[in-house]
């Protein structure tokens, strides 16, 4: 390798700028890499509430759709034989329930089923959105710490390098390492931040 060219990577100058460059660097990805940490977070919670409150309201709509089975069975019972309770009956059907009816798929059919579940099964894709978001976030925040350690070693060789005699070629080999380091974590850190955009 060119010997102009390796004195150049050992330099004092070039080595004393590597090692403000890359603490500079590191600062910069551990904290991004602590906000991505705190939006996963952030997210796993609001997931794991959305969840809850699906589920909630899956039994909820369950309820109601066994108080619709009832209410059909009274009616249907009732239906000829005492037109006051079957009226009863009928008054008491959900609107979804009264709307199936009308419908020659009806009664309890699929769209019947659709709709009473509609909150719950929107409620869970919220959920659901939460925790991609979040695993998103974590995935971000493992590239940010990859990018951190990369910085890390660049950041060591080029300290320890420039604390040995310039012309030994340990030195040169150090600061041609932590050059390499710097591009390196540099295109970890920028392909990290475009994905972010």
Known sequence: MNSKFMKFFSSEWVLGILVA??????????????????????????GQKQLTESNSMY??????????YQMYDGWYINDGTNDDLAEYYKTSFS???????DRESG???????????????STY???????????????????????V???AVGLALAAYGSMLAEEANLRKFFGIMSVVALVFGSVVYITTLVAVA
């Open 21 to 46: 460059f890359l603490s500079i660097l590191i600062a910069a990805a551990a904290y991004q890499s602590s906000l991505f940490d705190s939006k996963e977070s952030d997210m796993n919670v609001e």
């Open 59 to 68: 039994l909820e709509a369950n309820q109601f759709v066994i108080y619709d």
């Open 95 to 101: 609107e979804n329930l009264t709307a199936s009816m």
């Open 107 to 121: 009664p309890f059919d699929d769209q019947y089923y659709t709709e009473m579940y509609a909150d719950a099964s």
């Open 125 to 147: 894709d919220v959920a659901m959105t939460a925790f991609d978001d979040a695993n998103t976030a974590g995935n971000k925040a493992d590239s940010l710490q990859l990018v």
């Open 149 to 151: 350690l990369i910085y």
